[in-house]
């Protein structure tokens, strides 16, 4: 039993009893992940996973996958998902049977709900241990983690014989990489990953990758005949824009549309274009609450949208109104605007540049769109308030950008972070406080995607374990900003960074409190309880696992950052940084929404 790879594009499985090199399932696995070229493998190793350390160890040419093993299997989940972000490629961890699968959980339902795909590999007791209460066992008759999995991927199944495995395999990986994205896990016993390799198949690596998006162009000539009706439109930008976005941004010039983002989308636009207005949603903007509140605008047209409740500032009917149009690739997303004039499904840059070449021809014809909105004007009549910032976005609380205060005011920490920190670096934003404060302030011309957030399940400890998966992936710098309280949950994964010699940044905003948890129930006027932390200096608690620490408590020490050495550094970065945990964050919308939500029983999270 042997596998030959004819092509690089296919891999063929097949008898050859003279063969004398023999596959078990678990090589199998190793050379699917080899032709796919995926260059990680994120886990931690026990009993029932071994096989697989075993086929990876086996694996010494070039091309194989590389070990890394995290230091909780929540970690190895958010690097997989971090890596699938960065590189386009398969994120792939694993894990042993029962806790280790289990601990995986909290990072596979992250890039489930944010549609990343990865592949994840669960062991099983052996066979003949099922349903005898084995040590760790996760079968169906005991902690079943084939049907817990089942809700946070988009396949989930118990491989129980050898002949499952190549079928099987193929599902998955056509599972994870086909709209919409998401992991698709697989759970072996490790006797089957033991044993030979069986069947006979031959598969197209390119059918396990192909994404079969139709482009529905009768809807896009709809589109055109109502752009034709119309004097202005606006464009609302998702997290998925990203493959269109010089596309939309063209679409942008010819029609002088003005551009909002939810959080996740505004890593595609330059915080400085002329008609960017901001944010919408979550931590937003009033110029870009405004622009969609412009009695003239006739036509929303949000692109590349899952449409969420941080997203949309909670289902506001600003965006969420019979002016929408609605642009996506996935068809579940629609299920969210019902009350939208129109939608068009398929490949958004496909049907953008079909949209572009038929308003290119209206403008030949001297048909125009309108050139100025009502932000535009505002900034016109206030050139200060221009001058001061360089875009036309209206910040909350500006003075605090500029604040000389101690403890640190996280307005001027931001604003620092958007001059200072390199264009190139990745930038990973942990979920909490960190999430207001760089959604409202942190704007820099980049608009290569190098921004990440995850808002989909919002899982704290996300960015600690997704910038080292980015920086495998990219082979440049991460930054990771994430709080205290995070980074007490998942830190310990800053000791893979530095096995590994990655250059990542880990900033702690140190306030020694939850601050979501301490403003939200300020704000909502809930009982202040369960948010204090202990006063920690992470600079130090870093120096003690041989890591350069840093603490920063005044602007002075946060402008002597010296980012480009940090960058250049094989090794991490510890950045301590105190701020003033009394400051409000601009999260007030959210604190509405859960109060709105308590009163009417409205849907989310």
């Not at 990953?193 to 990758?209: D, E, K, N, P």
């Not at 034709?228 to 942008?252: H, N, Q, T, Y």
């Not at 991460?478 to 998942?490: F, K, P």
């Not at 050495?565 to 959210?590: C, F, H, S, W, Y």
């Amino acid at each position: 039993m042997s596998i030959s790879l004819p092509t690089k594009g296919e891999i063929t499985v097949q008898n050859e009893e003279e063969h004398s090199k023999v596959l078990d399932n678990a090589d199998l696995i190793i050379e699917y992940l080899k032709i796919l070229e995926v260059e990680y493998v994120f886990g931690v190793p026990g009993g029932a996973i071994e096989p697989l350390y075993n086929a990876l160890a086996r694996a010494t040419d070039i091309n194989a996958p590389k070990v890394v093993v995290a230091r909780h299997e929540a970690g190895a989940a958010f690097m997989a998902e971090g890596y699938a972000r960065e590189t386009g490629k398969l994120g792939v961890c694993c894990a042993t049977t029962g806790p280790g699968s289990t601990n995986l959980l909290t990072g596979v339902a992250s890039a489930y709900a944010d549609n990343v795909p990865m592949l994840v590999i669960t062991a099983q007791t052996p066979l003949p241990k099922f349903g005898k209460n084995a040590l760790q066992e996760s079968s169906c008759t005991a902690i079943d983690t084939v049907a817990i999995f089942r809700k946070c991927t988009r396949y989930s199944t118990l491989i129980s014989h050898s002949e499952q495995m190549n079928t099987k395999l193929i599902a998955a990986l056509m599972a994870a990489n086909h709209t919409p994205n998401g992991p698709a896990h697989i759970s072996i016993p490790s006797d089957i990953l033991r044993q030979t390799a069986m069947g006979t198949s031959q598969v197209s690596i390119g059918r396990l990758t192909q994404v079969g998006t139709l482009t529905d162009n009768a809807a896009v000539e709809k589109l055109t005949q109502m752009m034709s009706e119309a004097w202005r439109v606006a464009i609302f930008l998702g997290k998925g824009c990203g493959p269109a976005i010089d596309e939309i941004l063209k679409f942008s010039d010819l029609t002088h549309a003005p551009i909002v983002t939810g959080p996740a989308g505004k890593r595609w636009v330059d915080g400085y274009h002329k008609r960017y207005r901001g944010v919408y949603g979550f931590a937003g903007h009033i110029s870009a609450q405004e622009t969609l509140e412009d009695k003239e605008i006739d036509l929303v047209i949000a692109v590349g949208a899952p449409i969420t409740e941080l997203g949309t500032g909670g289902w506001q009917q600003q965006l969420l109104g019979e002016r929408l149009v609605h642009i996506d690739t996935t068809v579940e997303h629609f299920s969210r605007t019902p009350m939208a004039q129109h939608h068009v499904c398929g490949d958004l840059k496909a049907i953008f540049q079909q949209l572009n070449q038929n308003i290119s021809e209206g403008l030949k014809w001297g048909r125009s769109w309108g050139s100025v909105d009502v932000i535009q004007k505002r900034f016109a009549d206030n050139k200060s308030e221009a001058a001061v910032h360089g875009y036309q976005i209206t910040l909350n609380d500006p003075q605090a950008c500029l604040s000389d205060a101690v403890p640190l005011k996280p307005q001027r920490v931001v604003k620092e972070f958007s001059q200072a920190i390199p264009s190139h670096f990745r930038l990973h934003l942990d979920a909490g406080n960190t999430w207001a404060w760089f959604t409202h302030y942190f704007h820099r011309k980049n608009a290569q995607g190098n921004y990440h957030i995850a808002m989909g399940f919002g899982s704290m400890g996300w960015a600690i374990g997704a910038a080292i998966g980015s920086t495998f992936g990219s082979k440049q710098p991460s930054v990771c900003i994430t709080g205290d309280g995070s980074y007490l949950m998942s830190g310990q994964e800053i000791t893979v960074a530095l096995q590994h010699q990655l250059p990542v940044i880990y900033v702690v905003l140190n306030d020694s409190v939850l601050g979501m948890v301490k403003h939200g129930q300020i704000l909502g006027g809930a009982e202040q309880v369960g948010f204090e932390l202990p006063e920690i200096n992470y600079a130090k608690l870093a120096e003690a696992m041989g890591i350069e620490g840093i603490t920063v408590r005044t602007p002075e020490e946060l402008m002597a950052i010296d980012w480009q050495r940090l960058g250049n550094k094989k090794a991490p970065t510890m950045i301590n940084l105190v701020i003033d945990g009394d400051e409000i964050p601009p999260m007030g919308q959210r604190v509405k929404g859960l109060a709105d939500q308590n009163e009417s029983a409205t849907p989310g999270g």
